[in-house]
């Protein structure tokens, strides 16, 4: 008998590379495949990569480098090229060169014809590549391999048509496109009665969402449309840009019992000056009033946010206006950035003419980041005593004799293993007895909640075996 060919999907980037990544894996199996331990016992490779950064960019080719030794050895693997690098227009020519173990390439906005590619590439002894410019007007409804039975990834909003001048995602996802609002409910619904209980909509721009739909919608309408649904425990949103974070989307989320408490607000920058470079169209004064107004509103509310250190022409006055801001907002985590150069923005022209000194990008980097551990310590450590529901994600992976969850706003926290006692995606109620820069440590209060579950589903909760 046949065995099933094999498949292996690396994931680099965000959200949703990761969820792309499931629709690549749905319509795998959907074709007969089946999932690989690794890429070792893998038929087929899909690398689907992601262009934000130069490093990103360099773990993506250092990958495929790899795979060249193991396409020597097994003629008969496919390599498949994928995601925001391949819509990039100098990637093809570099792959046809220096990488030309790579049998198939496709982009962000055609994952729909993998089937056809790789039946293509099986007769073919050329690379097989297509990319598109732009995303078909209907998005095809394709089959999905979601990675747990507990957290769901949806998507609300394609593509970003906010052109910050450092940025290369509008040029590999195209421009913003919502999903009709019936559709992204009738998914949760279908969802929340297969059990997922923690949904995460994903936009690069989620409060952009709905204003190209007719009628015209927003994000708090789309809050608001899945609130009712019964088995979704945690409603989350990524990523939020500020400038379209509005008075109506707060009072919405303070109104809400399930939109989670989490809100992470890209700021970028604290210099108005920078910030006006950006394109980000929002001053410092009008970010920290929208932070004073989600405070108001969401007094539990634990801010996030991403900074970007190098920006070309950055003085010491800009970067000291974010080490200020930094220290007025307190966030709970910062994600730090050193600028990086991407061919064809406008910002990567202005990197030719005006560049901060590597070294002093570096230096900006460590006291970003000296100066966000203290906080983060410190927001850690008030949590101490508080009870909290974390959500386990399973062993972690440094200790397998501690649990590795999240809490609701987004804290990775950590549990004793108990003998006998399998937590794996449950949601798990616990005191915080100790905190780190990085994480939280916590103990068990009592038993994992079980979903509230959906009324339309004959499906009984299966105790633990506790
Ligand atoms: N759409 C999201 C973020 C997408 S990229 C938003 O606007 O918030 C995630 C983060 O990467 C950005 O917030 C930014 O801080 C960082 N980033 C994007 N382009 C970058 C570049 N060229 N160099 C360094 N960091 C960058
Ligand atoms: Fe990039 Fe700006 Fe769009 Fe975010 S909002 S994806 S940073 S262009
Ligand atoms: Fe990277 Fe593409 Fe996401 S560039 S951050 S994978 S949208």
Partial sequence: MATAPRYHIRTFGCQMNVRDSEIVAGQLEQMGYERAHGDADADLVVVNTCAVRGSAEDHAFGYIGGLKAMKHERPDLTVAFAGCMAQEPGTIAWLKRHAPHVDVVFGTHNLHQLPDLLERAAGSREMVVDVWEASPEVQPNLPSRRADGTSAFVNVIYGCDKFCTYCIVPFTRGREQSR???????????????????????????NSYGHDLEPALDLADLLAALEPLDGVRWLRYLTSHPKDFSQKLIDTIAASRKVTRHVHLPVQSGSSAVLKKMNRKYTREQYLDLVGRVRRAIPDAVLTTDVIVGFPGETDEDFADTLSLMEEVAFDTAFTFIYSPRAGTPAARWEGRNPVPEMLKKDRLNRLMALQYRISLEKNQAWV????????EGLSRKDPNVWAGRSETNKVVLLPREAGVDLTHRFVPVRISGARTFFLTAERTGDPVSAPLPEWTARVP???AL
């Fill in 180 to 206: 009709p609002m019936d559709d992204i409910v009738a998914e949760v619904r279908a969802l929340a009665a297969e059990g997922y209980q923690d949904v995460t909509l994903l936009g690069q721009n989620v």
């Fill in 462 to 464: 299966v105790p633990l």
């Fill in 385 to 392: 005593g508080r009870s909290d529901l974390v959500l386990v």
